[in-house]
Each structure stands twice: as C-alpha cells, then as structure tokens.
C-alpha cells in the first residue's frame, strides 16, 4: 500500500494522463470492471467494438517494493484483469504498462542513457516537453490499437513503454499515428 503522499503524487500523474484521453473512446478511470469478478480496478479502460484497451500508468516502473509483496503480482493482475475482460467484453486485451518516471535506455552505439522523469517529488510537472512526448507516444498507440484495421495479433498483448530498455523504433507500427497524436 502506498502512503498517502505517494498516492497523490501518483494520482497527479493519472490526472494529467486523463486530461488527454477525451478523444480515445470510452474511457473508464480507477473502477472495477463491472460484472467481472476480481478486485482490480484499471487506471484507464478504453472500450472499441473490436478491442478493449487497459492503460496502467506504472510509476516507477512498479520496481518499488510495495509492488511486489507478493511474487508475480503484477502479472497476477494482468491475469484477473484479462479474465474480466473476457467475462464481461469477449473482446481481445492490450494492456499498456506506461511508466512516468525515470526510465533507462540504450543509444545507437550502446551507450546507457538515463531518461529522466518529467516529474518533481510532490506530483509536480517540470518538463512539460519531455511530458508531451511521453503522452503523445501513448496516444499514438493507444489509436493503433483502437484502430480496426489493426487488430490485436494475440487476444492478450502487454506492452511496456518507457520501461529501462524502452526504444521507440519498438513501437515503429505506432508512428502514423504521432502525427495527429497531441
């Protein structure tokens, strides 16, 4: 469980987020899947006619520990939150994990590149630019998948943006859809 002060940071960072999804769909924000059966409540839920679309704003890239007090919980969570969408939506599931913060990555030689958060402590923003282009990335794939020509390959996909390791030509299938992203 997160301290009262690190769940306002972090709620900070979802509002923000929220502020920039009113175009993308249906978007269900912090509540349990109705009719499912676990517990879990999505940070943002996008429901398409051929896709539903899960958006877990991971802060810190769910390293802390208080993620992971039991083994797996992450990927417990994905599980029941799959079976929801399966009982309630008998649609296929991208989950996209993305990470706000600070995040590690590699350049064209190799070399480690550290990608700072956009973030201050206290749930301030402070590079505005840095914070755009995260969201814009997002939202690029976020109308990838949304988009009907592109179903998802596997009824179940996770994906993990700005992640250590986080390289956008990954994420290449994504860059028609930065034009008109932001």
């Given at each position: 469980?997160?301290?009262?002060?690190?769940?306002a940071h972090n709620?900070a960072?979802?509002?923000?987020l929220l502020s920039?999804?009113?175009d993308l769909?249906?978007?269900?924000?912090?509540?349990k899947i109705?009719?499912g059966?676990s517990p879990y409540?999505?940070?943002?839920l996008?429901?398409?006619p051929?896709?539903?679309i899960i958006?877990?704003?991971d802060?810190?890239q769910h390293?802390e520990?208080?993620?992971h007090k039991?083994e797996?919980?992450e990927e417990?969570?994905?599980?029941?939150?799959?079976?929801d969408?399966e009982?309630?939506?008998?649609r296929?599931?991208?989950?996209?994990?993305?990470?706000?913060?600070?995040?590690?990555s590699?350049d064209e030689d190799g070399?480690?590149?550290?990608?700072?958060?956009p973030?201050r402590?206290?749930?301030?923003l402070?590079?505005?630019?840095?914070?755009r282009?995260?969201?814009?990335?997002l939202?690029?794939?976020?109308?990838?998948?949304?988009?009907p020509?592109?179903?998802?390959?596997r009824?179940f996909?996770v994906e993990?943006?700005f992640?250590d390791g986080?390289?956008?030509?990954?994420f290449?299938?994504?860059s028609p859809?930065m034009?008109?992203?932001?």
């Amino acid at each position: 469980m997160l301290c009262q002060k690190c769940s306002a940071h972090n709620q900070a960072k979802e509002l923000s987020l929220l502020s920039h999804f009113d175009d993308l769909g249906v978007v269900i924000w912090n509540r349990k899947i109705k009719g499912g059966e676990s517990p879990y409540k999505p940070d943002f839920l996008f429901e398409h006619p051929h896709v539903i679309i899960i958006v877990e704003c991971d802060q810190h890239q769910h390293s802390e520990p208080s993620y992971h007090k039991v083994e797996n919980q992450e990927e417990y969570r994905e599980r029941c939150l799959r079976n929801d969408v399966e009982l309630v939506y008998r649609r296929p599931l991208v989950i996209l994990r993305f990470n706000p913060d600070d995040y590690s990555s590699a350049d064209e030689d190799g070399y480690e590149l550290r990608n700072l958060s956009p973030w201050r402590s206290g749930g301030v923003l402070h590079d505005e630019k840095s914070w755009r282009r995260r969201v814009a990335f997002l939202r690029a794939v976020i109308k990838y998948f949304s988009d009907p020509i592109h179903p998802p390959v596997r009824k179940f996909v996770v994906e993990r943006l700005f992640y250590d390791g986080h390289d956008d030509m990954d994420f290449a299938y994504a860059s028609p859809y930065m034009v008109d992203a932001l």
